[in-house]
Nanobody
Framework: QVQLVESGGGLVQPGGSLRLSCAAS????????MGWYRQVPGKERELVAD???????KYLDSVKGRFTISRDDAKNTIILQMNSLKPEDTAVYYC?????????WGQGTQVTVSS
């Protein structure tokens, strides 16, 4: 079992920045993929960005150029740097860790973009 603990959510004005962090309770294997998802009420959870242990990443089209995901396996941590935030980025953001035969979720952190 792996626990994922997220931090860094909050309220920010449009155009502002937030940095989300996710720490895993144990080391991640080299085949795992870590990522960030988000969900708003009434909609399905969507992938925002993910990254492999080799550093390959992919992003939701609407966040490309604004969000950056990074991974530090030595610290069992991933970071999502979110810049130029928009009201439509408002959601609960979830950290996820996936590998062969397993998928773990964090508890979620609220991000609200509003003036």
């Amino acid at each position: 079992q792996v626990q994922l603990v997220e931090s860094g959510g909050g309220l920010v004005q449009p155009g502002g920045s937030l940095r989300l962090s996710c720490a895993a309770s144990r080391s991640m294997d080299t085949t795992s993929v870590m990522g960030w998802y988000r969900q708003v009420p009434g909609k399905e959870r969507e992938l925002v960005a993910d990254i492999t242990s080799d550093g390959f990443s992919k992003y939701l089209d609407s966040v490309k150029g604004r969000f950056t995901i990074s991974r530090d396996d030595a610290k069992n941590t991933i970071i999502l740097q979110m810049n130029s935030l928009k009201p439509e980025d408002t959601a609960v953001y979830y950290c996820a860790l996936a590998g062969l035969g397993y998928l773990y979720w964090g508890q979620g952190t609220q991000v609200t973009v509003s003036s």
